[in-house]
């Protein structure tokens, strides 16, 4: 009887119970029966946003939705001098010395953070970056010899993400990594755009690859016409007020209507350049023909563009009629800590700052100069112009600043009493050694561009820190408080 009961609960189907005297079957499993070939059916696709659909090209799969862990193929990978002799310092530990990266003309090396400076931490950096883009045949390395001259230097650049667009480097459809957390200016070309640290950075140099996990989509509809007084960064600085520092964390932020259709490729940047200070993991603008016709005046490569779906599913939707919007800043000491400028008019100031990726653009420039130029009159604050290219430093004094009588960007800066444009880098945004350019060495007020007001940003830790678009900072060194531009427009 045993032997018999041992064999019926061997062999009885799932669902069956056995017992000494009885064998009840309650369930029976159904027969088998032929499989469909994959091939007869095809693969299954979802609506995808822009974001969804690159991550998908890029790691070959038919389709991808948020919180897949997807092993991503990378276009390019972007370093600076801060991060970079870390980067490749991880990649020779992991892969051994004698390991060559993945693709020497994938990868490039921008230095911008700590160039004129006699620290002499800061300009080893660069010497390293030097050396190990000579050893592995890095092509796209703009070097900078000679520090006391920028224009002797003609393979520097500036400030690397301005550099990396103004080069031919931001292309459509494409996977940008890079070792700092304002990579994703790069997405107002419509590409998947996002900073990592020193060791993703060191992996990808040894693969090519990046195991990431792909982001929900926020989208934000701007729609309507921008008023003559309201920029770009006014336009984010009002969403990153309305969703907080962490309203879009480990989100894409896609940025569709009117008003985005109606900006050029730099307006674009600045929109992008900061869904980081909300939090998000990318940013995207949809391209269109601003974009192409950007891209190839710089590049001959072929790039494939991709849009989000008509059905496609979005985490959340805002819609903003800028039409209605107001000259913003954020108050000290959140990018989020959104104010009307005019409530802010009793602020008096001790500087301004006009410069970085997000503020230090051609577009920048000419904005700060149009408002000085109709105003008239002289600055009452210090007021610091750093152009984050060599490109835009050149713009500033070749450049006439449309309705201003012909006048350069530069003929307009001198005659406000404004500091003489310095050398092209991310110079004092980062704060950096005591002997950067405009570096807050003293715990004053600052109007600026940036896009971060942290304690110590900028160099003294109890410093104040205003963000603003040029506008606004040229409004508020005129005044010597925090002002609306519309009291000089």
Known sequence: MERSLTQLKRNAPSGAVVGRRQLRVTAVAAPPTPSRSPSSTGAVKRAMTMTEKILAKHSDKASVAPGDNVWTNVDKLLTHDVCGPGTFGIFQKEFGEDAQVWD??????????????????????????????????????????????????????????????????????????????????????????????????????????????????????????MPPWLLAKDLILHIIGEISVSGATYRAMEFVGDAVSAMNMEERMTVCNMVVEAGGKNGVCPADQTTFDYVEARTSEPYEPVYSDDTAAFFADYRFDVSKLEPVVAAPHSPDNRKLARECHDVKIDRVYIGSCTGGKTEDFMAAAKLLHKAGGEVKVP???????????????????????????????????????????????????????????????????????????????????????????????????????????
């Not at 520090?147 to 301005?162: E, I, L, M, Q, T």
């Open 383 to 489: 007021t610091y112009l750093v152009p984050a290219t060599q490109k835009v430093w050149g713009d500033v004094y070749t450049l006439p600043v449309p309705g201003c009588d012909g006048k350069t960007a530069a003929e307009i800066f001198e005659a406000a009493g404004c500091v003489t444009p310095a050398a092209p880098s991310c110079a004092a945004c980062l704060g950096g050694p005591r002997d950067t350019f405009a570096r807050m060495n003293e715990p004053e007020v600052c109007v600026s561009t940036t896009n971060r007001n942290f304690p110590g940003r900028m160099g003294h830790k109890e410093g104040q820190i205003y963000l603003a678009s040029p506008y606004t900072a040229a409004a508020s060194a005129l005044a010597g408080h925090v002002c609306d531009p519309r009291e000089y427009m």
């Open 104 to 225: 020497p003309e994938r990868v490039v090396i921008i230095p911008d953070h700590y160039i004129f400076t006699s620290d002499p931490r800061a300009n080893r950096n660069v010497d390293i970056l030097r050396e190990v883009a000579q050893k592995y045949g890095i092509k796209y390395f703009y070097d900078i010899t000679n520090r006391s001259d920028f224009r002797a230097n003609p393979d520097y650049k500036g400030v690397c993400h301005v550099a990396l667009a103004q080069e031919g480097h931001c292309k459509p459809g494409e996977v940008l990594f890079g070792t700092d957390s304002h990579t994703c200016n790069a997405g107002a070309f419509g590409q998947f755009a996002t900073g990592v640290g020193n060791t993703d950075a060191g992996f990808i140099l040894g693969t090519g690859k990046l195991l990431i996990k792909v982001p929900p989509t926020m989208r934000f509809a701007l729609d309507g016409e």
